[in-house]
């Protein structure tokens, strides 16, 4: 039977229309367009409910169970309890029931808790009220109620409820400003400009009389990129229809600025937003440690396994002779000799495997999950992580992944707001070769209280003057920045010749950098009005320009141009943008001089610019208007044929000078990223700003160097070569000299080989994950992998919000499995703080998205060193030795237990007391090794902070390999034989009691269990470097009270406890000579092989750590106790000096 049809309804109406229809066609207030008109095909869109959270009321029992049971651990004693509860076992069901369900419970409470937050979050959004018009009037409505092609109305400072495409304005010019700092982290303003044909509809009479249809592109998650268009019908002509952009959509998560209100309509709601498509699902991350963890688990169970399978056989050959299997003192019952063999075997082996289950304890698990939650406290309480000027400290949204901060590999960091501050300083500007520098020396003459600063050759000549102005009134007029007069707006200026505030707004805040810069030098840009753009020159007059044309910046260009003409009637194009965009297209002006002060301000870090200008005839001007029209109202490959007319029009220029701007960054970003750089850590800048942007920003950082080769990967070069050859080339480049020369093994950086650093942007990017026609993955990824494996730092500019997301999958997923980190403040950064093993959110003044999907939130950059190479260090350190003394310990348990099954005949006899059997992880040994796991520090603060290179001792999960771990388990091994042997052998044969008396078995499982609890206890003794009276409390107190605990179970310090298999057992054990000699000499034995191996490994082969230790050994005693005044932690560090 053909299912074609079958499968096409059911993926129609169930997969939603989109994935059908390569369109959308939305009615604006779902008006039909009159009739006799191109039929449209109905489809259904979601409504505007936003989700975030992962359970619902009715799914969070089965779904939470299902995730916690995927445990290996917590399935593995679900197996053993149910085993319990069927079949008659040594131990009783609750020993293993009891700590499985707390486990369950708790961990279901902290991640429903977690979830009921994310529903409360949701709710608030999704609540939030809306102004929808609706029959002429206004109406409000929840957000949760919007459907697509709803008229929304939204007043100043509000979010917009979904994406719109934006009809109308309270400014007469049809524009408003928004700030997308939630969305692409930026919080300068940006221009978007509504439908030419609506834009004069302010009223809600008016817009609702609106009769127009929207078609579109479906859904897709690229912020920068809209295509559409608006038919607007009328009842004499046919419609008009005009294109829609990226400048007409209003995007979720923008806030509306500086605008009274504006009308728009819904495009898409809900889940199909941009916003929430750059959302990836928040998948449960799991740490290095809980994988090895898991690793380790499956070792023990197929050790478990083995002893029960062999004490099994074992057992039937011991009782394959009549006598040893049914003695006189314990015959069977008839039922029982004729019940199945092979039954009977597997319940004996099921049997064994409850009987040695302990070696697998639930307790660490227990005690894993507190020392998680309660060592994240650690970072909250940091007072050197508490930002005075944001009054914001460190926050820790998930404690699951504390140890995995100090396993970081790669960190992938956002630039603008994380590593920069995003405040632009205008330094400098380059005309014919006379340097300008504000407020210094201008025109060859010193300003009023200016610094003298030798930063300019001579006064320019009568002819130069001309030019001079020419390049102030260039960069006064080529931007597109707003302007708004008023004491109450974001960021006021004040203009230094007036008495009013004004601010100048604009989407880049280094175009208001250069805009200020060049007002201080005597030119102020007034504002645009009715389409023409004003300027004040120095002599105070005020000069009108009229607007013709906007050629907008674009990544593939890089650079920008407008059309303007003057009030004498010429018109001029002016150009700006980075240097290589610009000098190729110059065919006059001092070339030579601009450049090499374009190259000595890169090198400086600062973002330089280069301007150009051509006069233009009528003629030329209306030639080029025709040719923008053609292109701009195109529907299909409109971005290419803008792109080709863009490259028409800007040739055959004529240079001016170039500007230099500072992006500050933010306090010691650079130090820190030294600092990462010495400790065996990658970083990646990953970014949305363009490539000369982010590069010099990473020059300011020092993430590149004056001595980094800099490699492209860039549409730019793809133009001109194929991805191929580019990748191979460059692998060829960086793998010839990787061969040939070594690397510093402390610093991370080169040394006497050649630094590179990879350059890439979004499109090339998209090339190399792009798969094959078979599905397969292209061969480009591994090339770009060996080349990013052989360069010091990597640069990717213009990356939509999942492409950030697909660079750390890429890295995470490849042969070496690094464990990655990623940074960042914005909600563009989302989705790779998601995907990264790691996500940190930067708690930034505006837009909390990153630091609420983050796993940890910290005030500033810089806090991050001390996050990975303090706390990180110390939590990993801790867990490990943790995890591997849980395994140790319980090898000591169970292992005497395995042994002395050869003496009782394999009959499942316990050798230690039930209560002894149920507290030993429980009671005796928890406390002591939770408290080394918050507490311990092997190394002092300041020694982590001072040579971040310790970092490289742990990393790679050093302290759970296969080697450390073997080690501790024939530990746990030496030290049962010892036990057990060593009380065995002492006491064969021997009457150890005046009145001649014999140890029996609870009294020999006893002596067995005191030297066990006595020698863990000490081990962790000799293990603990930082000693504190809770330390001293602890340790000494739980062999305190496993001796008080014994003298009240045998019914020595309350006699009416006196449980009959132990009454009076332990103070009989302690009445003999020989029992203490005992305790004392095989606690000594047990002991001495690790004591001998740490002495001979710290003078033979010391690490860096054990160097460090040795060398605060020696200068502790030196040194002079701290005095109040003095802090015990402080960064030795001196804040780097700005050049």
């Known amino acids: 039977m ?507 805040p280094d175009e208001v950098a250069l805009v200020e810069g060049i007002q201080r030098l005597g030119f102020t840009y007034l504002r645009l009005k009715d389409n023409y753009m004003e300027l004040q020159n120095r002599d105070n007059d005020i000069e009108r320009f009229e607007l013709l044309e906007i050629l907008s910046f674009d990544s593939v260009r890089r650079r920008m141009s407008v059309i303007v003409k003057s009030a004498t009637g010429e018109i001029y194009l002016f150009c700006k943008g980075a240097d290589s965009s610009i000098f190729p297209r110059v065919i006059e002006g001092k070339v030579d001089q601009i450049r090499s002060r374009v190259e000595r301000n890169a090198v400086e870090g600062l973002r330089t610019l280069c301007v150009a200008y051509k006069r233009l005839i009528q003629e030329e001007y209306e030639g080029i208007y025709k040719l923008l029209h053609a292109a701009r109202v195109a529907l299909q490959d409109r971005e290419r044929k803008l792109a080709e007319a863009y490259e028409q029009i800007e040739k055959d220029l004529i240079l001016l000078g170039a500007t230099a701007v500072e992006d500050r960054l933010q306090e010691k970003a650079a130090d820190t990223i030294e600092a990462l750089q010495k400790a065996g850590i990658k970083v990646w800048v990953l970014t949305g700003d363009k490539m000369e942007t982010a590069a010099a920003a990473c020059y300011a950082c020092k993430l590149f160097r004056g001595t980094t080769q800099l490699l492209e990967v860039t549409t730019k070069r793809l133009e001109e070569h194929s991805l191929h050859d580019v990748l191979c080339e460059l692998s060829k480049t960086v793998l010839r000299c990787s061969a040939s020369l070594t690397r510093d093994n402390i610093s991370g950086l080169s040394t006497d080989m050649q630094d590179y650093g990879l350059i890439i942007d979004g499109a090339a990017l998209s090339l190399i994950m792009k798969p094959r026609e078979d599905g397969s993955s292209s061969h480009y990824r591994e090339l770009f992998l060996d080349i990013c494996r052989n360069c010091s730092a990597v640069l990717c500019c213009r990356m939509a919000p999942l492409q950030k997301a697909q660079i750390v999958k890429l890295i995470k997923f490849s042969k070496e499995h690094p464990i990655t980190l990623a940074i960042g403040d914005g909600a563009n950064d989302v989705s790779m703080i998601l995907e990264a093993h790691v996500g940190i959110g930067i708690i930034g003044k505006e837009g909390r998205q990153a630091a609420r999907n983050s796993d940890y939130a910290i005030p500033k950059f810089k806090h991050l060193k001390k996050m990975l190479l303090v706390h990180g260090h110390f939590y990993y350190v801790r867990i490990s030795e943790l995890v591997q003394y849980f395994f140790y310990k319980n090898v000591c348990f169970i292992f005497p237990q395995f042994l002395y099954q050869f003496f009782c005949g394999f009959s499942q006899q316990t050798l230690y007391d039930t209560a002894y059997l149920t507290l030993y992880n429980i009671s005796f040994t928890s406390l002591p090794i939770l408290l080394y796991s918050l507490m311990e520090q092997h190394v002092a603060m300041d020694a982590l902070k001072r040579d971040p290179a ?67 206890t000490l081990k962790l003794a000799l293990d603990t470097h930082y000693w504190t009276w809770i330390n001293h409390f602890v340790i000494w107190g739980s062999l305190l009270f496993y001796v008080v605990f014994s003298l009240l179970w045998g019914g020595i310090i309350w006699p009416f406890l006196s449980y009959q298999r132990m009454y009076y057992v332990f103070i009989h054990m302690l009445s003999s000579g020989p029992a203490w000699l005992a305790i004392v000499l095989l606690v000594a034995v047990s002991l001495l092989p690790d004591v001998l191996k740490k002495v001979l490994c710290r003078q033979l082969w010391p690490s860096a750590t054990e160097r460090v230790q040795r060398s605060s050994s020696r200068r502790a005693p030196a040194d002079a106790a701290p005095s109040p005044d003095r802090p015990l932690l402080m960064d030795p560090e001196p804040r780097p000096r700005r050049e």
């Open 2 to 508: 053909d299912c074609t049809l079958v499968r096409t309804l059911v993926h129609r109406y169930c997969a939603g229309e989109e994935d059908w229809v390569d369109s959308r066609t939305v009615y604006v207030g779902h008006r039909e367009p009159p009739p006799g008109t191109e039929a449209y095909i109905p489809q259904r869109c979601p409504d505007n409910r936003i989700v975030s959270s992962k359970y619902t009321f009715w799914n969070f029992i089965p779904k939470n169970l299902f995730e916690q049971f995927r445990r290996i651990a917590n399935f593995y004693f679900l197996i053993i309890f149910l085993v319990q509860l069927i079949i008659d076992t040594p131990t009783s069901p609750v020993t293993s029931g009891l700590p499985l369900f707390f486990v369950i419970t708790v961990t279901a409470i902290k991640q429903g808790y977690e979830d009921w937050l994310r529903h409360k979050a949701d709710s608030a959004m999704n609540q939030c009220p809306v102004h929808f018009v609706q029959h002429g009037r206004l109406v409000r409505k929840q957000s949760r109620k919007l459907r697509v092609g709803d008229i929304v109305m939204v007043k100043e400072d509000e979010t917009f409820p979904c994406d719109l495409i934006f009809l109308s304005s309270s400014r007469v010019d049809g524009t408003c400003h928004v700030t997308t700092a939630s969305l692409d982290g930026e919080s300068s303003h940006k221009t978007h400009y509504a439908v030419q044909d609506t834009k004069g509809f302010h009223t809600e009479e008016d817009i609702d009389s609106l009769h127009a249809t929207i078609e579109c592109e479906q859904p897709q998650p690229d912020l920068y990129r809209f295509v559409g268009r608006i038919n607007v019908y009328s009842d004499l002509n046919d419609p008009v229809v005009r294109p829609l952009g990226s400048e007409n959509l209003l995007l979720r998560g923008a806030t509306l600025k500086n605008t009274e209100k504006i009308f728009g309509v819904a495009i898409y709601t809900g889940m199909e937003t941009k916003m929430a498509l750059n959302y990836q699902a928040k998948s449960q991350k799991r740490s290095a440690v809980e994988k090895s963890m898991n690793v380790f688990l499956i070792v023990y169970l197929c050790i478990l396994i083995s002893k029960a399978l062999i004490n099994t056989v074992l057992k039937y050959v011991w009782q394959s002779e009549p006598f040893r299997d049914e003695p006189w003192y314990n015959q069977k019952t008839e039922a029982e000799r004729q019940r199945n063999p092979f039954l009977r075997a597997f319940t004996d082996f099921l049997a064994f495997m409850v009987l040695f289950n302990y070696i697998i304890p639930v307790s660490m698990y227990v005690t894993v999950e507190m020392q998680k939650f309660l060592g994240s406290y650690f970072i909250t309480w940091d007072e050197e992580m508490f930002d005075e000027e944001t009054g914001e400290g460190p926050l820790v949204n998930t404690s699951d992944l504390n140890e995995e901060l100090g396993q970081v590999e790669y960190v992938f960091t956002d630039k603008t707001g994380t590593l920069t501050e995003n405040n632009m300083e205008f330094k400098e500007c380059c005309v014919e070769g006379h340097v300008y520098v504000p407020h210094a020396i201008c025109n060859g003459q010193v300003l009023p209280a200016a610094a003298a600063i030798d930063m300019i050759d001579a006064s320019p000549g009568a002819g130069g003057r001309e030019r001079e102005e020419l390049f102030f009134r260039a960069v006064c007029l080529c931007h597109t920045i707003q302007v708004k007069d008023d004491d109450e707006v974001d960021g006021p200026r004040k203009s230094p010749d007036s008495g009013k505030r004004c601010a100048y707004i604009s989407s880049s």
């Open 950 to 1016: 310790l970092y490289r001792d742990i990393a790679k999960n050093a302290l759970l390999r296969w080697r450390v771990f073997i080690y501790w388990t024939f530990l746990g091994v030496f030290d049962a034989l010892v036990f057990f042997f060593g009380a065995y052998f002492m006491f064969e044969n021997t009457s150890v009691t005046s009145n001649g008396q014999m140890f029996g078995n609870w009294t020999f499982g006893t002596l067995v269990f005191t030297v066990m609890v006595f020698t863990v």
